[in-house]
């Protein structure tokens, strides 16, 4: 007994993350108390917020949509032996695929924008994954300093290229001409008004087939294996003749490809056009949505949910509570991210030690029966 075991697979998704989730709302309610506020009202505004209504719904299916692909982009890097930091640069640059596709056929049919506009954000999404992961199997460039020195490049292209070649003439703001009739994305309000004025549209199918084919790839397939076992053991890997430096461009490349989502949804699904900063930050949180998910496809929309909720429940708490401010909604944001993420582990110990205890009483009573 003085060994612990690795916990079971359904503790190690379900049972660890909400202990770390309970651990983050405890503390936060106890922040919310600080202010003078109640926390369990707190929480009803924010789950009301974010589940109550149709258009809150619908915000939260819309946070929860990029977050999707952001998680799967940091996700599929990972199970590669890759933490990948630059999905936040790989959809900004995406945009550029987006909006050009969105422009260029903005008087044919969305159906024919939707999957041009996903291979445009996905080439220019890919390439700037595949460029780190290049660096990585063939430089020993360390995967986190250059994806997120990516980031900052692909910031600083992006405000050229707004300046200077995509804003129209006359124009004073940094942002491209608009799309206005089929280089715009069907939003669910279009179909069902439950969803009030939400700009959730058909990305959120996307995210749900993207979820489907990462299990597919990872665990159904040849490349996934590869990607799989080369992440968990480099060493057996290339003694099983697989190459790690290969695996690594095709996983980083997949990434990027995923990140590039983020720019159709937002680019074309929401502001129809492109504009600074689009992405808010996605590809940071879609770290957390890795992490929180264990980079398992269910885990992933299970916590894309749920941060997409602290969006946007986070919003309507704002308004209801004016003394819990915007920046009180960031503490509790990063709560649950420092507990679901950095802090993963710190039940899991614990937890070891208790399945241990509960698996070896459980063969002494039948040793004794």
């Known amino acids: 007994m003085s060994v ?11 049972l660890l993350p909400m202990l ?3 651990l983050a709302f405890t503390i936060s309610g106890l922040v919310v108390l600080m202010v003078g506020e109640n926390p369990l009202e707190a929480m009803r505004i924010l789950l009301y917020g974010a589940f109550g209504y149709g258009e809150g719904f619908g915000y939260t299916l819309h946070f929860a949509t990029n977050f999707v692909f952001a998680g799967l982009a940091f996700s599929i890097a990972s199970h590669a032996g890759q933490f990948n930091i630059g999905a936040e640069g790989q959809a900004y640059l995406a945009g550029i695929g987006a909006i050009m596709v969105g422009l260029a056929l903005d008087q044919t049919h969305w159906l024919l924008v939707l999957p041009l506009a996903m291979l445009g ?7 700037w994954g595949f460029i780190p992961g290049y660096l990585a199997a063939k430089r020993g460039s360390h995967v986190v300093i250059t994806t997120i020195m990516f980031n900052f490049i692909a910031a600083a292209i992006m405000v050229y290229l707004l300046n200077n070649v995509f804003k129209p003439m006359g124009q004073m703001a940094p942002e491209s001409a608009s799309v206005t009739n089929a280089g715009k994305l069907p939003q669910l309000r279009e179909f069902w008004d439950f969803f009030g004025y939400a700009p959730v549209n058909v990305m959120m199918f996307v995210a749900i087939i993207a979820l489907v084919g990462t299990f597919i790839l990872l665990w159904r397939t040849e490349l996934g294996y590869k990607i799989r076992t080369m992440g968990q053991n480099p060493n057996a890997a290339r003694y099983a003749g697989i190459s790690n430096s290969k695996i690594v461009m095709i996983a980083m490349t997949i990434a990027g490809v995923f990140a590039g989502m983020i720019a159709v949804n937002e680019v074309l699904g929401v502001q129809n056009r492109l504009v600074i900063d689009f992405v808010f930050g996605y590809g940071f949180v879609g770290i957390a949505v890795g992490l929180m998910g264990r980079n398992h496809p269910i885990g992933i929309a299970l916590a894309a949910i749920l941060f997409g909720a602290l969006y946007q429940g986070g919003l309507e708490l704002a308004f209801e509570m004016p003394a819990i401010t915007r920046e009180m909604i960031l503490v509790i944001q990063a709560l649950v991210i420092l507990f679901t993420g950095a802090m993963e582990g710190l039940f899991r110990a614990p937890l070891e030690m208790i399945f241990t205890t509960l698996d070896f009483n459980k063969k002494s009573s039948e040793q004794e029966g």
């Open 121 to 127: 954000a996905g080439a220019i999404g890919g390439i």
């Open 20 to 22: 770390n989730l309970l």
């Open 4 to 14: 612990r075991k690795p916990l079971p697979r359904w503790a190690d998704i379900a």
